[in-house]
């Protein structure tokens, strides 16, 4: 049974399309780090954790209306318990270099605009969870 070329033309347009749409811009787009569910035991993971959280929920969000700022916020306060932890953990192991809450504020908040602008320019996946 031969295939009609048109059908043939747009089903390869909209396979190609949907692939677009799941992929994003794979050169702008990084890989949130997955979840791994272990307990956090030292204040290195600890800040592994916060920084997957704000490159989680800055993709997730990053769809919304509103500037960028706005949203990078948004993220901020869905990763306020692991931006806190972090120095209180550094703090606790005697590092006094990264216990900084100063540091870690301005790390997240510049982090959190970063990944906002990263998800809407590459049109990136929502993370796998």
């Known amino acids: 049974m031969p295939h009609h070329p048109v059908k043939v033309l747009l089903i390869l347009m909209y396979v190609g399309l949907t692939a677009c749409q799941q992929r994003g811009k794979s050169d702008i787009c990084s890989t949130a780090p997955p979840l791994t569910g272990k307990p956090i035991a030292t204040a290195t993971e600890q800040a592994q954790a916060m920084e997957a959280c704000i490159h989680r929920w800055a993709i997730r969000l990053a769809r919304a209306p509103g500037p960028n700022r706005e949203i990078a916020d948004a993220v901020l306060a869905g990763c306020a318990e692991p931006i806190t932890l972090t120095p209180h ?10 216990a900084d809450e100063a540091y870690w504020t301005s790390r997240a908040t510049k982090l959190a605009l970063f990944h906002v602008v990263q998800a809407r320019a590459g049109d990136c996946p929502l993370p796998n969870e």
């Open 89 to 98: 953990m550094y703090r606790q192991e005697k590092n006094d270099d990264l």
